[in-house]
């Protein structure tokens, strides 16, 4: 039984009340929510299907459904009559709100105007159909020319293109579609315009005038404060010179809370212009203070000028009335955004779609019916949603329909809203936190959550510090309180670490290194500093808290970015270095080279007359054209574009360059090839036929990282699948896809390929981490500058405001921004640096043990000087932090001398641990390189399993050569899922090679799965799975687990249902399977290591390559262990079938035992065949 905190069993436990719970970064709400809902369910006698519970991610909703699933089967072992709420479960609202929203269209189709056959289309086709309905709308306005549309134009057009124009109408179409009723709410605000008389009582004024007020104030405080210094020094004179200006920023503040505000603006343009300049006596004092004294007064003056400027570029009630002027172009715009969605609505209507906005807005207008929203008032007597603060006033308007007076249960919290760029609204979290009372007898009432029991109490202390002062409405009710406690001395304060990149001493060897390089290389010591350090974990082991000890490895590791912008040169860097890392980058996808070529290829196919692809396409290894070779043509032919040059030259007859213009004229007429097969093949074949008739599916698996290279080439394969499912199939229609999904900056990532359990260091955005917990968290980009909305857009809507336009003045030429404009702009800023305060406080809650914050600054001391005077405060993450101490300036030419050798500084040559000399030695092994020449008659390499096949002598070891030995660790040589098809064995000749490889996922579709196959699928499942979470889950793990592989691309459904997940708990609970996950504990077992070794075979040296299934430690000994999914027949005994298998594989754990020993210097003790069919290990060699 868990300890519950009060406030936790006061969650768990009030009924009868809506309930908004703020739970802290690490409070255990889900372990809470699960809670209270398991009580409902097996206490109180609530049907699960009576409950509705919302979250914002399917990842959330499987997770949360899996926990109330295992809990409430245990509570069934007692209580059988449970049995039928687990039966229930599987129908029960567990979702995220999209799915909910799906669930009710489709009960009440028919009560809006949407053919119940339906599909949801995703943010790629959305931006096609986008592109195509502004197009359409525009040329129809185009046709009309009514003379409103001609002045928008003319306001916002340009001469170029439409661009300006569509993303006007885009951007408020996809602000106002968050809104419960998007377009009276538009008509609304643009009708504001034509009257602006009650403007001054408005949002918009009221935020503007708390605006003018709290930055005057400020102004105040900075010239009081340059005042107050020169008192302290004893500088009377001067301070008393300063007396008129001070009164002038104190007269300012007054004006701004009177019927005087409209004189601001002139009173700013009279400040008076007193120096300060110090006699003999009082000189050497005020040299002292003179630089503080002025960078105070300094930032007073930047305050008042920025708002004469924003504000008050003329008198106040003038740009109030000037507001009319924008009513025609807003109401125009009103038409435009209104007929563009209903072109857009007519296109998904016809391919019977819907996107994600219209699934919210048709479920509203659903449950606007009475019949529909009461039959879900009925329905679900308990609401709950998770991450309340990501909230949109849509959903709060879909929850109001469907809860009653006392059912809701919110938790959240908004000092982790990040998700402004959603359109969710923390002010709805706000507004319930400020208004729901805290006594106990109302029918409402806040819980704060605040205890911590993720990250040390030296972090949480920390993080207190800095937010305090920074974060609006952090007061004690928002503290982090320690959850754990800890014994022994392990807690690593958080530390900063700045590099100054214009240090007049920086060595010559790296001041041609980028910013961002250098950071690089201080965040690769700190990883090698921390990597085998020892930290302890408070940890629910059979209800009781245990304090257990672990070592930090590059899992435990992620780098936090605000953006991915950085992290190419952060992977080349660590790679450079020997540190396996990863990004989780969901945006690069398109950047990479293998599909730039790939899509350079089919543009070539759809129109050779490209120069640019054209020559990517020869340069490529599809046709192997060197630099020279490209000269060349233009030498052979300067005249035209450069394809008319290339097929001038392949059209040559005689030449006295025959054997170039024959590789120009076999580059035709492959292109000619493949140009009749598009025109003739569904697209989807082609592609994939393409790729491999190219060779360059298999080119570019021999590049560095080139399973990640071909997973990306399989997943544009089953884009062109997707694209031909909406109803095309031409390869210029796909290319347009493409280049729409581009344009419109559809986030597209690279395929996934790692798990979880992966030894990796991690890096990803700030926002990806949300709902994560990493041991060491390094917040990378601390000194780079924030980008907050420009003034590049000429019309903004927001919510409250209304619109903002800019005003043209076509006859002068001059355009002028309208007060709205300049308001909401300020809005957006003060949106966007609380939205940063908040994602700087995700980031730092995500470290358990250890948090470092990195960055670059120019000059050091300047950067110190500015942010004690408030010239940062916005400008970078610095700036949101507090003091920030000498101490944190990096020796910069240490990173220099950098080596990533481990050794803790507590510890000699001789105590490193022996786990730290294998990693050294492996990694050794990992990187070797054949020196030798391959023999003529022979392959220079094998796999183990063809040589295990071999009727052959058993190779002998070349101890010698491999002394210097390498295992080819390196992925990116064979991807594993290649190397397991077909029994794991490539095979490679000198004249040919036979391979057999990944294919797309849509040709994976109901194919039937081989036996070797099979076998590949189970050893995938084995290296993914985290070992020691299947003994505190058991199977209900594994299946989750292999959930999360199909959810990520890395397995398919079908594979999936090709095996037994029970066979592979079988294996976990038998004796072999509790030994590997005690040394999975332990820290001693290594799984799929990959190798390399240098053989005498059939009389001449050739390299053998294999994967080691897993071998882990007992004492100073190795154990080995190979999965076998070989079928053995039933009807023979099992001795016999043993014995058979023995004989089949012992030549291969022969020469698995010879890698492993080289690589550890340990005697391996046992070696073990697992069968996964029988559920038996078989012991090959002692």
């Given amino acids: 039984m868990p300890n519950w905190t009060e406030k936790q069993k006061q969650t768990i436990e009030e009924r009868d009340k809506n309930i908004l719970v703020a739970a802290a970064a690490g409070s255990g709400k889900t372990a809470v929510l699960v809670e209270r809902i398991k009580k409902m369910v097996t206490e109180e006698n609530v049907p699960i299907n009576s409950m509705l519970i919302v979250t914002f991610t399917n990842a959330a909703a499987s997770e949360m459904r899996e926990k109330i699933r295992k809990a409430l089967k245990k509570k069934a072992a007692d209580f059988p009559e449970l049995k039928n709420q687990l039966d229930l479960l599987p129908g029960a609202n567990i979702s995220t709100f999209h799915s909910f929203a799906l669930e009710v269209i489709r009960q009440f189709s028919y009560e809006i105007d949407l053919d119940p056959d339906f599909s949801t289309c995703d943010e790629s086709q959305a931006a096609v159909l986008i592109e195509e309905s502004l197009d359409e709308l525009l040329e129809k306005y185009y046709e009309e020319s009514s003379p409103d549309f001609i002045e928008f134009l003319d306001w916002y057009g340009s001469e170029k293109n439409n661009d300006g124009i569509k993303d006007i109408i885009r951007k408020i179409h996809k602000t106002i579609m968050s809104i419960p009723d998007p377009f009276a709410s538009l008509r609304e605000k643009t009708d504001e315009l034509k009257n602006p008389e009650n403007f001054k009582h408005t949002a918009g004024y009221q935020f503007m005038m708390g605006l003018i007020r709290d930055d005057l104030n400020k102004a105040f405080t900075f010239s009081k404060d340059a005042q107050e210094i020169l008192f302290e020094m004893g500088l009377d004179r001067l301070a008393n010179l300063m007396q008129g200006e001070v009164d002038f920023y104190n007269t300012l503040n007054v004006m701004a809370g009177s019927e005087k505000i409209n004189r601001v603006g002139d009173f700013i343009k009279d400040k ?28 007073a003056g930047k305050i008042t000028e920025g708002i004469a400027k924003k504000f008050f570029i003329y008198d106040i009630d003038i740009r109030i009335d000037d507001l009319k002027k924008c009513y025609p172009a807003a109401k125009t715009l009103y038409k435009l955004v209104v007929d563009f969605d209903c072109i857009f609505h007519e296109k998904k209507a016809e391919r019977k779609v819907v996107d994600f906005s219209d699934i919210e807005h048709y479920c509203y207008e659903v449950l606007k019916s009475d019949e529909a929203s009461g039959f879900y008032r009925q329905k679900f007597r308990h609401i709950f949603i998770d ?74 202390d920390w993080i207190n510090d800095r937010f305090k002062d920074t974060m609006n409405g952090y007061d004690e009710d928002a503290y982090l309180y ?23 001493n920086i060595d010559e060897e790296l001041k041609d290194m980028k910013a961002a390089e250098l950071e690089a290389l201080e965040v690769c010591q700190l990883i090698m500093k921390n990597l085998g350090r020892e930290y302890e ?186 694209f031909s499912e909406s109803g095309q199939s031409s390869l210029y229609g796909f290319l347009q896809y493409i280049e729409n999904v581009k344009k419109n900056k559809v986030k597209t990532g690279q395929v996934k390929l790692l798990g979880e359990n992966d030894n990796v260091v991690r890096i990803m955005t700030i926002h990806k981490s949300k709902g994560l917990e990493f041991p060491m968290v390094i917040c990378a980009g601390m000194g780079r500058k924030l980008n907050y909305t420009k003034a590049s857009d000429k019309v903004v809507f927001h919510k409250d405001i209304g619109i903002g336009m800019c005003i043209e003045d076509t006859e002068r030429g001059i355009e002028n921004k309208s007060i709205n404009y300049d308001i909401i702009m300020s809005r957006f800023k003060k949106e966007e640096v609380e939205e940063n305060i908040r994602v700087l406080y995700v980031a730092f ?35 949101i932090l507090g003091k920030i101490p000498n101490s944190a300036l990096v020796d910069i030419n240490a990173l220099r001398d950098f080596e990533l050798t481990y050794s803790p500084e507590n510890e000699s040559d001789e105590e490193k641990s022996a786990a730290e000399e294998e990693l050294n030695k492996v990694g050794k092994i990992l990187s070797y390189e054949y020196p030798y020449k391959n023999a003529l008659n022979m392959r220079s390499k094998y796999s183990v399993s063809s040589i295990n096949k071999s009727a052959h002598k058993p190779a002998v070891l070349k101890s010698e050569a491999l002394e210097d030995g390498y295992l080819a660790g390196d992925e990116t040589y064979l991807d594993d899922k290649e190397f397991r098809i077909a029994d794991r064995e490539i095979l490679i000749n000198n004249s040919s090679f036979e391979i057999n490889f990944p294919i797309p996922d849509f040709m994976l579709e109901e194919r039937k799965i ?36 199909v959810e990520k691309g890395i397995l398919s459904k079908n594979e999936v249902c090709a095996i037994s997940l029970k066979k ?62 070989n079928r053995i027949d039933p009807e023979k005994d099992f001795d016999t079938e043993a014995m058979r298998m023995k004989n089949l594989y012992r030549q291969q754990l022969s020469l698995y035992k010879q890698a492993v020993e080289l690589a550890t210097s340990k005697q391996v003790k046992q070696s073990y065949l697992y069968l996964l069919s029988a559920g038996r290990e078989i012991e090959v060699l002692r």
Wanted: hydrophobic share 35%; charged share 30%; with cysteine.
């Fill in 272 to 299: 008076p212009g007193i120096i300060l300049k110090a006699n003999k006596t009082e000189k050497d004092i005020y040299d002292e203070i003179k630089d503080i004294v002025s960078a105070k007064r300094k930032a």
């Fill in 387 to 460: 991450e309340y603060q990501d909230t949109s006033l849509l959903q709060e308007a879909i929850i109001g329909k469907i809860s009653g007076e006392n059912n809701l249960f919110m938790v959240g919290d908004i000092k982790q809203s990040i998700y402004k760029f959603r359109l969710a609204e923390p002010e709805i979290f706000q507004h319930k936190y400020e208004n729901y009372a805290k006594s106990e007898e109302a029918m409402s009432m806040k819980i704060d959550l605040n205890r911590n029991f993720r990250s040390k109490p030296v972090i949480l």
């Fill in 845 to 879: 809650t995500r470290a358990k043990e250890k948090l470092y914050l990195t960055g670059t600054v120019n000059n050091f001391e300047k950067y110190l000087s500015d942010k004690e005077n408030g010239f940062t405060s916005e400008l970078n993450y610095l700036g």
């Fill in 537 to 722: 974990a408070v940890e629910e082991i059979d209800g009781v808290s245990v304090a257990v000890k672990h070592k930090i490895n590059f899992r435990d590791m992620v780098i936090l970015m605000r953006s991915l912008t950085t992290a190419g040169i952060f992977l080349d860097t660590m790679k450079r270095y020997g540190i396996p890392c990863y990004a989780d980058d969901s945006e690069s996808y398109f950047d990479t080279i293998e599909i730039n070529v790939f899509m350079n290829l089919l543009k070539v196919m759809d129109n050779k007359y490209q120069d640019i692809p054209f020559l990517s396409v020869l340069r490529s290894e599809i046709f192997g054209f060197t630099t020279d070779e490209l000269a060349k043509v233009r030498v052979l032919h300067n005249e035209g574009s450069y394809v008319e040059a290339f097929l001038s030259v392949a059209d040559r007859i005689e030449s006295s360059e025959m054997e170039f213009t024959d590789k120009c004229r076999s580059v035709m007429e492959n292109l000619e090839k493949w140009k009749a097969q598009s025109l003739s093949m569904p697209l989807s074949e082609f592609v994939w036929n393409l790729l491999l008739d190219t060779g360059y599916y298999m080119a570019v698996g021999a590049m560095p990282n080139g399973g990640q290279r071909q997973a990306n080439l399989r997943a544009l394969c089953d884009k062109t699948r997707s």
């Fill in 1064 to 1125: 592979i708990m079988t294996f976990f609970e038998s004796e072999l399977g509790n030994r590997i996950i005690s040394a999975d504990e332990q820290g001693t077992l290594r799984k799929e290591q990959a190798f390399n070794l240098l053989l005498e075979y059939n009389g001449e040296e050739v390299m053998v390559q294999g994967i080691i299934d897993c071998y882990f430690e007992e004492g100073d000994e190795v154990v080995l262990v190979d999965y076998k999914t």
């Fill in 1010 to 1045: 081989g036996p070797a196959e099979k076998g590949t699928i189970y050893h995938k499942v084995l290296e993914k799975l985290d070992f020691i979470r299947v003994k505190k889950s058991g199977l209900s793990y594994i299946e989750e687990a292999v959930q999360n592989l």
């Fill in 482 to 504: 320690h959850g754990k406690e800890y014994s022994g001395d392990y807690s690593f304060e958080p530390e900063l670490r700045l590099i100054e990149t214009s240090s007049e």
